[in-house]
């Protein structure tokens, strides 16, 4: 079934229904609005369809004090306007940046719908894609220039006494010989992991955001919370034996161990404040994906009343250890030293939000940018003591993996 316009905090938890008030998603919206939707969000049980540009929203999450209370009031502030235009039950969608001090990309669609995923068949896009000839592929930095940024975070790392851990990042860029298919590339992703969150956001009239993150920022439904970040990875094998040893020795190694719990005891020192309960599990569980296992923690808490929005807490968050460093502002001064490119929307946050404040953020992760047929993949790995440059390559390589399969491309 699918609705429109409705209050959507109810499917966080229950399948959608519809009511006789409501208008199906049909060829006369997506004529009016384009056939591609301005935004698509998909979790493993439901899909996202937003259209239409009611207003678009860029401001930067974090002024120059340290706070994000005029972000918080931009979005509040939108919404109002947005249910006083006649809009019913408005929301909030989009993404925002790595760095907080940039303009986010957020909009009020005009019209959106949600749909319940068939379990049988996760993503309804059928059909493969065009077979695409690979002009050009470039790293950024390449595999030295890396490992010598790696070289001098380790030194920090060892040397500064301050900071524990820092995550340094790369890009691909893939140049092809006519358009890419989207549609095609999300299909393929979701084929590899049919319990990621998949994301589909328009920045320009040229540029999309696509991709498919394993890592939830944050979920709001009333009161309640969850976030599930991960930290701490390895590649998988299609051996099950050997695959399970590689699993097992996640587990144990103390390296991954440490960076985790750097990531949760941060992120319980940024919830307690919000909630009235926190469970923060005392040991990691595994998550797996096609190519990686993850540690991973599942959080849950109960929020003080009244309830942050999923905005507010997801601000809060973000950047956590996993995608920056700890501690974070000395992490962050220093991937701005080391990193040769600008990150944008990586390893930032995209959801959605609607009135009441209920909403959805994942991490902006295994995501790229399209531009017509050309492609900028990214992928990101965190640098404790322990770690080292060959290792550290050789993950984001996997990492970059999910991305280059849904391209196509083997490695």
Not at 7 to 29: F, G, Q
Not at 314 to 322: D, E, I, N, S, V
């Amino acid at each position: 079934m699918i609705t429109i316009g409705k209050n959507v905090s109810h499917y966080l938890n229950k399948e959608p229904t519809m009511s006789d008030c409501d208008m199906p998603v049909d060829s006369r919206i997506k004529n009016e609005y384009h056939t591609r939707p301005l935004f698509f969000f998909s979790s493993d049980t439901q899909t996202l369809e937003a259209f239409g540009v009611h207003e678009r929203l860029e401001p930067a999450v974090q002024q120059e004090d340290g706070r994000n209370s005029e972000f918080q009031a931009t979005v509040e502030a939108a919404l109002l306007q947005a249910r006083r235009s006649g809009i019913d039950d408005p929301i909030v969608v989009g993404a925002i940046p790595f760095d907080t001090h940039e303009p986010a990309c957020l909009y009020i669609p005009r019209h959106y719908s949600w749909q319940a995923v068939d379990v049988s068949n996760p993503f309804r896009q059928k059909g493969e894609s065009p077979v695409l000839h690979l002009r050009n592929q470039t790293s950024i930095p390449n595999e030295a220039d890396f490992k010598a940024s790696v070289k001098k975070a380790l030194e920090h790392l060892h040397d500064s006494g301050e900071i524990r851990k820092i995550v340094l990042a790369a890009t691909r860029e893939l140049t092809f010989d006519a358009a890419i298919d989207v549609e095609a590339l999300l299909a393929n992703l979701r084929m590899q992991n049919p319990q990621g969150y998949q994301f589909r956001l328009t920045l320009s009239s040229d540029e999309e955001l696509v991709g498919i993150s394993p890592e939830l920022l944050v979920r709001r439904n009333g009161r309640s919370i969850v976030s599930n970040p991960l930290a701490g990875s390895a590649r998988r094998s299609t051996d099950p034996e050997k695959d399970r040893q590689i699993a097992d020795d996640l587990q144990a190694s103390e390296k991954d161990q440490y960076e985790h719990r750097l990531v949760i005891d941060d992120i319980d020192r940024v919830l307690r404040p919000y909630c009235t309960e926190l469970h923060v599990p005392r040991h990691p569980a595994l998550l797996s994906t096609s190519a990686l296992w993850h540690l991973s923690t599942r959080i849950e808490g109960e929020l003080q009343a009244p309830p942050a929005t999923a905005l507010e807490v997801a601000c809060a968050l973000h950047p956590t250890p996993a995608v920056c460093g700890h501690p974070t502002a000395t992490a962050r001064k220093l991937i701005s030293e080391l990193e040769s490119f600008h990150r944008g929307f990586f390893t930032g946050a995209v959801g959605w939000m609607n009135a009441d404040g209920d909403g959805e953020w994942a991490v902006t992760i295994r995501c790229g940018v399209v531009n017509n047929g050309k492609i900028r993949l990214f992928a990101g790995a965190g640098m404790v003591p322990a770690s080292n440059p060959d290792s550290e390559w050789a993950e984001i390589q996997t990492k970059l993996g999910t991305m280059l399969r849904a391209c196509g491309i083997s490695g």
